[in-house]
């Protein structure tokens, strides 16, 4: 029946020629189409499984980020105390060197005595 509609399509000669290789050439349409079908079904699935790993990826390296900026954000707070602390410390020496010094009865004197001489040495 389809050799008879073939033939009455492209004449005789050329439907029975046609009909004669439509076998192969169904045969060779058929393959084509499973290659594609297996190129696109491959393609596809190779684009999931690295969309999912980047993604994975990607989520792992924010993470890593995040917690690494924890961390150092939390070290710049452990410094920033300690430095808070040293100047404390420093400044309480020096109001009380200062304190020394108003106190000194040779203050206003040209020469400066021992206690005068050590309280200098400790600003060093």
Sequence with gaps: MLASI????????AGVALVRFLPYILVVLVILFALWWVYDS????GVEVTDQK????????R???IEANNQALEEARQRQAEL?????????????I???AADDENA???SIGTGSVL???RQR
């Design 84 to 96: 808070e602390r040293l100047l404390d410390e420093r400044n309480t020496e020096i109001e009380g």
């Design 6 to 13: 073939l033939i009455s399509m492209v004449g005789k000669r």
């Design 54 to 61: 980047y993604q994975t990826a990607i989520l792992e390296e």
């Design 98 to 100: 200062l304190a020394e």
């Design 119 to 121: 309280r200098l040495n």
């Design 108 to 110: 206003n004197r040209i």
């Design 63 to 65: 993470h890593r980020q």
């Design 42 to 45: 491959g393609y596809d699935h």
